[in-house]
Antibody
C-alpha cells in the first residue's frame, strides 16, 4: 500500500523559502501511471491546488503561484519536493502531497497526512 | 482562471437522497472529481472521471454532469457521510481548480 509523508519546517519567516519533502513508500515516483501533486489548505478554508509533476518531469503550476514555485522529484530518494519562495503570511496552510488516481491526473487516490506550515517572524 | 462554485452548506435527513452541485465553465469540457474531507483528515477521493468510484467507496455515491454543472449524489445518506465535499476539475491549460467546498450535515 502506497504511503506518502510530508516533512519540513513548521515555521518559516516571511520572505524566506518554504521547502517541503514528500517521501513515498510502497510505490515509485518514477511510475508513468501517476502524477504527483502538492495541494494546500489555508486554516479553516478549502483546498487549493499548487501544482503537479509527471514522471517525465513535466510540471503544471497554479498560475497564482507559478513565479515562486518549484516542484521536482528525486527518483534516487523516491521523494517529491516543493519549494515556494518569498513567502508571506498568506502562505500559512496545511500542505499535502498526493498521488493521482492511476491514469487520471485530476483526482488523488493517496494523500499524505498533511503538514502545517506557518509563516511568521 | 475559471472558478467552480459550490453551495457552502447542505443538509439531508438520514437515509434520504442529497445532491451536491458544482458549477463552472470548465465543466462543459471536463469532468469533475469529488473528494470528501472529515475534520482533521486528508481528503479522500469519492468520484472521478465520468462516474468512477474507487474501491471501497459505497455505490450510494454517484456523479453526473449536465452543461456547466457537476453533481455528486448520495442515495440514502448515512451519518458517516457528514463531511466537507470538494469538487475539482481541470482547465484547458492543464491547471486544476477546486470548488470552495460544501459542508454536508446529516440530520
Amino acid at each position: 500500500q502506497v504511503q506518502l509523508q510530508e516533512s519540513g519546517p513548521g515555521l518559516v519567516k516571511p520572505s524566506q523559502t518554504l521547502s517541503l519533502t514528500c517521501t513515498v513508500s510502497g510505490g515509485s515516483v518514477s511510475s508513468g501511471d501517476f502524477s504527483w501533486s502538492w495541494i494546500r489548505q489555508h486554516p479553516g478554508q478549502g483546498l487549493e491546488w499548487i501544482g503537479h509533476i509527471y514522471y517525465s518531469g513535466t510540471t503544471y503550476f497554479n498560475p497564482s503561484l507559478k513565479s515562486r514555485l518549484i516542484i521536482s522529484v528525486d527518483t534516487s530518494k523516491n521523494q517529491l519536493t516543493l519549494k515556494l519562495n518569498s513567502v508571506t503570511a498568506a502562505d500559512t496552510a496545511v500542505y499535502y502531497c498526493a498521488r493521482s488516481v492511476e491514469g487520471y491526473t485530476y483526482a488523488w487516490g493517496h494523500w499524505g497526512q498533511g503538514t502545517l506550515v506557518t509563516v511568521s517572524s | 482562471s475559471s472558478e467552480l462554485t459550490q453551495d457552502p452548506a447542505v443538509s439531508v435527513a438520514l437515509g434520504q437522497t442529497v445532491r451536491i452541485t458544482c458549477q463552472g465553465a470548465s465543466l462543459r469540457s471536463y469532468y469533475a472529481s469529488w473528494h470528501r474531507q472529515k475534520p482533521g483528515q486528508a481528503p479522500v477521493v469519492i468520484i472521478y472521471g465520468k462516474n468512477n468510484r474507487p474501491s471501497g467507496i459505497p455505490d450510494r455515491f454517484s456523479g453526473s454532469r449536465s452543461g456547466n454543472t457537476a453533481s455528486l449524489t448520495i442515495t440514502g445518506a448515512q451519518a458517516e457521510d457528514e463531511a466537507d465535499y470538494y469538487c475539482n476539475s481541470r482547465e484547458s491549460s492543464g491547471a486544476v481548480v477546486f470548488g470552495g467546498g460544501t459542508k454536508l450535515t446529516v440530520l
